[in-house]
């Protein structure tokens, strides 16, 4: 049986170092039979769902200001991010991530948030990048 994604392929978005490679890479995961968008954590292993949101969280910032990704996104939903940047992302992820939990409806207090993530947008993209490069072969896995 063949792959849905060929290993070459998801190698290659692994060395591209673009943006393009990891909405590339989001989308494969997405794609993968696992996927369902009603769990909490998109029944996705952790590092999956760890990148696929904090892709989406940077994203959803950059296009419309970081408040909109808290309105859109389910409180169960938001929970288990925080707790996943907390085991797994840099410190200061988390810290920001819960404290936009916190003041995204504050639009004095959110507008720091928005602030930190566009100065930390090329920081989140090469930790994510590292990310998916040390969980190879579970992403090979997900992906097949």
């Not at 940077?58 to 707790?83: I, K």
């Amino acid at each position: 049986m063949s792959r849905k994604y060929a290993t070459e392929y998801v190698d290659r978005l692994l060395t591209d170092g673009t943006y393009d490679a990891l909405v590339h890479l989001s989308a494969a995961i997405c794609s993968s039979a696992q996927f369902n968008a009603a769990l909490r954590d998109y029944g996705l292993p952790r590092f999956a769902f760890l990148f696929a949101e904090t892709l989406l969280w940077f994203a959803q910032a950059q296009r419309s200001g970081v408040w909109t990704y808290y309105e859109a996104t389910p409180q169960d939903r938001q929970d288990a991010m925080a707790s996943a940047l907390r085991e797994a992302a840099p410190e200061e992820f988390a810290s920001w991530y819960e404290r936009g939990m916190r003041e995204w409806q504050d639009e004095t207090r959110i507008a720091a948030l928005d602030t930190w993530m566009q100065a930390h947008d090329d920081a989140a993209h090469q930790w994510l990048r590292a990310l998916l490069e040390t969980s190879r072969d579970a992403l090979l896995d997900l992906t097949a």
